[in-house]
């Protein structure tokens, strides 16, 4: 498997891809965002992310950073998009 490490984006984010694919990326040290298809709502409740306010209908989060605990979970965040979907019940 291909890994790629993180390199500048189109709109000046920091992207970080696996293979082709892009996981996630960090907007400066402030913010970092993500879609995640498993769906919003658990993350949303936990107050670990908000939706993307650029993209609110969609699968897409964000996660202000501020500390360095904010930091290690956006790690975990962004771990999730490496994590196979749960199995329908």
Same mark, same amino acid.
């Given at each position: 498997? @291909? +890994?790629?490490?993180?390199? %500048?984006?189109?709109?000046?984010?920091?992207? $970080?891809?696996?293979?082709?694919?892009?996981?996630?990326?960090?907007? =400066?040290?402030?913010?970092?965002?993500? @879609?995640?298809? =498993?769906?919003?709502?658990?993350?949303?409740? /936990? =107050? +670990?992310?908000?939706?993307? %306010?650029? $993209? %609110?209908?969609? /699968?897409?989060? +964000?996660?202000?950073?501020?500390?360095? @605990?904010?930091?290690?979970?956006?790690?975990?965040?962004?771990?999730? /998009?490496?994590?196979? %979907?749960?199995?329908?019940?």
């Amino acid at each position: 498997m @291909a +890994r790629d490490s993180g390199r %500048p984006g189109r709109r000046g984010e920091l992207s $970080f891809k696996l293979d082709r694919r892009e996981i996630g990326h960090l907007h =400066g040290d402030h913010a970092g965002t993500s @879609a995640f298809p =498993g769906g919003l709502g658990r993350l949303i409740a /936990q =107050g +670990r992310i908000v939706p993307h %306010p650029v $993209f %609110p209908d969609a /699968q897409d989060w +964000r996660r202000r950073i501020e500390s360095d @605990a904010d930091i290690d979970d956006v790690i975990e965040l962004l771990r999730l /998009q490496l994590r196979p %979907p749960a199995p329908a019940a």
